[in-house]
C-alpha cells in the first residue's frame, strides 16, 4: 500500500501534483463500500487519482466529529483505503469540527490529534480539513484569542499539520468560493487569511508538500471559470484545487454518466489537461458529485446544523405551526402576534443561548429544532432578570386590558408574572444535571425516529464539548412522543412536578 503512494509521489514535485478526483462531500446517505469500492475503478480507467472521503451525513466525520471510530470501523476504513491505493488513487481523509468546536480549548484540539491518529493508523496519508456551511462567527473565548473564524481555522489546520508529519494537507474556508466570499473575494479576511497563514513546508524539507487551499467554483463558461481560479491562486498565493460544486436539483449518478452529456464533457476535459500536466499554469481538478451513486429515488434529505440569524423567519413559521397543530392557541388570534409563538417557546434560547440550537431542515424548509442552555440556573436568572423585561415592553400589559383571546391573554401574561422560566427544580438535579434541552418536531419528522435521535444527539454533543457532565429536560405528562424520544436516548425519569410536568434527565460522560 505505502509503494504504490510513494511512486505516486515521485512522478512530480509535491507542490505541483496534478489533483484529480471526486469529492464524496453531499448531505445524503454516503455511499457503500462496494459503490466506492467500483468508483475507484472506474476512476483508475478515468485517469483520475484522488478520492476526498468527505460524506456531510456520515456523523463521525461532521456532526460528532469528536467521537473515536470503532475497531469495526477502523477495519472497513482500512479495507477502503487499500483498495483506493491498489487503484493508484491516494485516499484523503476529510473532517469537518467547525459546526460545534471550541478552538481556543486545547482539549478540543487533543480530541482532534485524536481521532486524527486513528485514520492516519489504518494507512491514510492524506488529510483534508473543512470548515464549510459552518457559521461564521466565534465564540466569546475564541474571540478573545482569534481575530476571526478564518485565523481560528487556521491555527487549527496548522497544528494538526505539524503534529502529524506535514502529510498531504488540503484546507477548504468558510468563504470557499466567489459567491460566498464577504464582502468580495479580495476583501475577505477569511479569503486572506489562509493564504498568508497556512504552512508552506518545514524550512529544508523541500519534498514536503504544502497545505493546498481549497477553492471550489460554481461552473461559469470555461474562461470565467478559469479566470475565477486564477484570480483565487494569485489571491492566495498557491494553487488552488478547481472543482464543480454541485447545487439542486441532483445531479444524474455516476452509474448514468456513460449516456450524460455533462458528465461526459467533464472527462473529456479532465483527460485534455491531463496530458498538458507539465503546463506550470495548470489547476489541479475535483468534483464533487453531490449526489447518491445510483439514481436517487424521490425522497427528502434532512440536514441538522446550527442555528444562524437567517433562520430566524423560518423558524418563526415553524413555532407559529407548532402552537397551531397542538391547539396552544387561537390561530386567527395570532395573526396580530405573528412573532408570540417564538417569544413564548425559545426566545429566551434564541435570546440568552443561540449557539446551543440546532435546526433539523429539508430542502430549505425547517421541520424541527433543539434548543439548550449549559447551566440551566444561570439560564433561568437571565431569562428573569434580562430576556423577560425585554418582552414585557414587547408586548405591554395594557394588551391584557382588550379584548384578546384568552389563548393569547395566557402567552402575553406569562412575559408580566413574577414566576420564573420553567419551573423551578430541587438542587441536587441542578448539580447533576446542570444543562438543560428542549425539543420539537412535525409529527412526519417524529415519525422517522433517527431524526430526533440525531437531532437531540448533536446538541447533547454539543453541551458535552463545553464540559456538562448531565442535561435534563422538562416535558408535559401529556407529550408521550416526546418522553419516548428522550428515554430513548438514555433520559429516565427524575421527578413529577404539581402542575404535571415530568423531568427527565441523564448523565453525560466526557470524552477521555
Avoid at 507539465?278 to 446550527?306: D, Q
Avoid at 397551531?324 to 434560547?349: C, M, Q, R
Amino acid at each position: 500500500m505505502s509503494e504504490t503512494l510513494s511512486t505516486d509521489s515521485e512522478r512530480c514535485s509535491p507542490e505541483h501534483t496534478f489533483y484529480c478526483g471526486v469529492v464524496e462531500g453531499f448531505y445524503g446517505k454516503p455511499w457503500s463500500f462496494s459503490q466506492r469500492k467500483e468508483l475507484f475503478r472506474r476512476m483508475k480507467r478515468w485517469s483520475m487519482n484522488t478520492y476526498v472521503y468527505a460524506p456531510k451525513d456520515d456523523s463521525k466525520h461532521r456532526l460528532h466529529w469528536r467521537e473515536t471510530y470503532t475497531q469495526e470501523e477502523l477495519s472497513h476504513l482500512r479495507c477502503l483505503i487499500q483498495q483506493a491505493y491498489e487503484n493508484d488513487i491516494l485516499f484523503v481523509y476529510a473532517i469537518s469540527p467547525g459546526l460545534d468546536m471550541h478552538y481556543s480549548k486545547l482539549e478540543e484540539i487533543e480530541l482532534l490529534k485524536r481521532k486524527i491518529k486513528q485514520v492516519t493508523d489504518v494507512g491514510c496519508q492524506a488529510l483534508a480539513f473543512l470548515f464549510d456551511d459552518i457559521e461564521a462567527e466565534l465564540c466569546s473565548e475564541d474571540k478573545e484569542k482569534f481575530a476571526s473564524p478564518a485565523h481560528a481555522h487556521v491555527f487549527v489546520t496548522n497544528e494538526l499539520y505539524e503534529c502529524f508529519g506535514h502529510p498531504t494537507c488540503f484546507f477548504c474556508p468558510t468563504e470557499y468560493c466567489t459567491t460566498r466570499a464577504v464582502p468580495s473575494l479580495s476583501q475577505s479576511a477569511t479569503r486572506t487569511t489562509p493564504p498568508s497563514a497556512l504552512r508552506t513546508r518545514p524550512e529544508g524539507n523541500r519534498h514536503a508538500p504544502p497545505v493546498r487551499l481549497a477553492a471550489i467554483q460554481r461552473l461559469l463558461s470555461p474562461n470565467e471559470e478559469r479566470a475565477a481560479v486564477e484570480r483565487v491562486a494569485a489571491e492566495g498565493r498557491r494553487l488552488p484545487l478547481h472543482g464543480e460544486h454541485r447545487v439542486q436539483p441532483v445531479p444524474p449518478s455516476l452509474q448514468q454518466c456513460q449516456s450524460q452529456p455533462r458528465l461526459r464533457s467533464l472527462r473529456t476535459r479532465l483527460r485534455l489537461e491531463i496530458d498538458h500536466r507539465a503546463s506550470p499554469r495548470l489547476l489541479p481538478i475535483m468534483s464533487a458529485p453531490g449526489a447518491p451513486f445510483a439514481r436517487p429515488i424521490a425522497v427528502p434529505v434532512f440536514t441538522i446544523r446550527p442555528y444562524m440569524q437567517s433562520d430566524h423567519d423560518v423558524l418563526r413559521e415553524f413555532c407559529e405551526k407548532h402552537f397551531l397543530s397542538h391547539a396552544l392557541v387561537d390561530g386567527e388570534a395570532l395573526i396580530s402576534f405573528p412573532s408570540l409563538a417564538i417569544d413564548s417557546s425559545i426566545g429566551d434560547y434564541i435570546a440568552l443561548s443561540s449557539d446551543l440550537i440546532f435546526v433539523l431542515d429539508t430542502t430549505g424548509q425547517l421541520c424541527g429544532y433543539a434548543c439548550g442552555a449549559l447551566n440551566a440556573q444561570q439560564h433561568r436568572t437571565g431569562a428573569q432578570s434580562t430576556w423577560k423585561p425585554q418582552m414585557a415592553v414587547k408586548y405591554p400589559a395594557g394588551l391584557l386590558d382588550s379584548e384578546l383571546h384568552p389563548s393569547i391573554k395566557i402567552l402575553i401574561e406569562a412575559f408580566h408574572s413574577d414566576r420564573g422560566r420553567g419551573p423551578l427544580l430541587p438542587e441536587d438535579i441542578y448539580e447533576q444535571y446542570p444543562s438543560i434541552v428542549t425539543m420539537a418536531m412535525t409529527q412526519e419528522s417524529l415519525n422517522l425516529a433517527y431524526l430526533p435521535f440525531s437531532l437531540l444527539s448533536a446538541l447533547i454533543n454539543c453541551l458535552r464539548g463545553q464540559g456538562s457532565h448531565g442535561v435534563h429536560t422538562v416535558l408535559s405528562a401529556e407529550n408521550r412522543v416526546l418522553h419516548e424520544c428522550f428515554t430513548s436516548q438514555g433520559f429516565t425519569e427524575l421527578m413529577r412536578t404539581a402542575d404535571g410536568a415530568v423531568i427527565l434527565g441523564r448523565s453525560i460522560e466526557r470524552f477521555p
